[in-house]
């Protein structure tokens, strides 16, 4: 599979890196992520008139009709700069379900608004302590006079706090299905979770007779879910390479201009071998992201097997790179001051984001018949 960029890849890639430059610096990025919502309005408008947010849309929707190839390119530079964004949920996960629902008219009214940038969306289906679509949905719905209405809860909802619908799997008659809820209606309570990662909010949300519309098939939802979330992780793995190099090039940076002793303390063979280490696992995260997403392109036959080990060696790849870059860093590396910390805080939370590494290798098993 060709993995070499495109000259219209890489202007992708630097439209969006000087973007990222102007807005989405350590200072901004600290500045939102103290925020409730962490979610930046202008911003937002300017990333949809660059068409970052119809990347991946269908032309007649307002979208540019890329593949994976490019939305991994964007996530790429979006983990390097730590975007506190609610990006991933609304111009990733959200059309991906879309895409699996085959509602062609809740397509048709949602996916322009979310081109446009008028509209956050994110999806609701985590229950308990996993992060995977559950096995036994607790939510219901319920129809009565032909209105339906939802009672239950749901957790780890992303950006719920900055989002104006959410799509929220519920079990019916029928079975799990999913259905459209406005963050606005009553009986919707939305509570803001403490996470490690302060750039990526994350909420509980509670439905109490919530009125609701339901949105492709009947007793599809767990199906639906599961693979709107599966072909979403192409783009995390993205991310977390994109994450882990900015790390490492942290790393070796402050490794090359540190002083100790009258000389580099990347000079020392302590730190030459952590530094060795950091590129081998960035470097990787990044070639194995970049396959998948041609995998994914070219509809590869392997796509699914590849996922899942991407999966499983990107969020490591990332804990560690981010970890080991604190450790040359030494006691400034700890504090609150120096990013470091703040991408081991993203690493942590994206390496469980859609399932641990320990789940994907499973996968990647029983994907491989052993």
Request: aromatic content about 6%.
């Amino acid at each position: 599979m060709a993995m070499r960029e495109t000259d219209e890849q890489r202007a992708l890639r630097d439209a969006v890196a000087i973007f990222l430059d102007k807005r989405s610096s350590q200072a901004r990025v600290r500045d939102l992520m103290t925020t409730d919502t962490g979610h930046d309005t202008s911003a937002w408008r300017e990333m949809a008139e660059m068409g970052l947010l119809g990347l991946t849309l269908p032309e007649e929707v307002g979208g540019a009709g890329a593949g994976y190839a490019e939305q991994g390119i964007v996530m790429e530079e979006m983990g390097r700069a730590l975007l506190c964004a609610p990006y991933f949920s609304t111009a990733v996960l959200t059309p991906r379900l879309l895409a699996a629902a085959g509602d062609d008219r809740e397509r048709s009214e949602i996916l322009p608004r979310i081109a446009a940038g008028e509209l956050v969306v994110s999806l609701a289906y985590a229950e308990d302590s996993s992060t995977r679509p559950p096995v036994r949905v607790d939510t219901a719905a319920a129809q009565i006079a032909g209105q339906w209405s939802l009672t239950g809860q749901k957790t780890f909802v992303l950006d719920a706090g900055a989002a104006g619908l959410l799509y929220v799997l519920a079990d019916t008659d029928s079975g799990p299905s999913i259905f459209a809820v406005d963050t606005a209606a009553a009986g919707i309570t939305i509570a803001a979770l403490t996470t490690i990662d302060l750039t990526r909010k994350q909420y509980r949300v509670e439905f109490a007779d919530v009125a609701a519309r339901l949105v492709g098939t009947p007793g599809a939802g767990i199906d639906v879910v599961t693979t709107a979330v599966d072909h979403a992780a192409v783009a995390l793995l993205s991310e977390q390479a994109g994450g882990a190099h900015r790390a490492m090039q942290m790393g070796v940076d402050y490794a090359r201009t540190r002083m100790q002793f009258g000389r580099a303390i990347g000079s020392f063979q302590a730190v030459k071998h952590l530094c060795a280490d950091m590129l081998l696992e960035a470097e990787s995260a990044i070639s194995a992201a970049r396959h998948v997403a041609a995998a994914f392109d070219e509809t590869a036959q392997s796509r699914w097997s590849d996922l899942a080990l991407a999966q499983a060696y990107c969020s490591e790849a990332f804990v560690f790179t981010a970890a080991t870059t604190i450790q040359v860093h030494g006691g400034i590396g700890f504090t609150w001051e120096h990013p470091a910390h703040l991408y081991l805080r993203r690493a942590r939370t994206d390496a469980q984001l859609l399932g641990p590494p320990t789940y994907h290798r499973d996968r990647y098993l029983q994907l491989k018949g052993v």
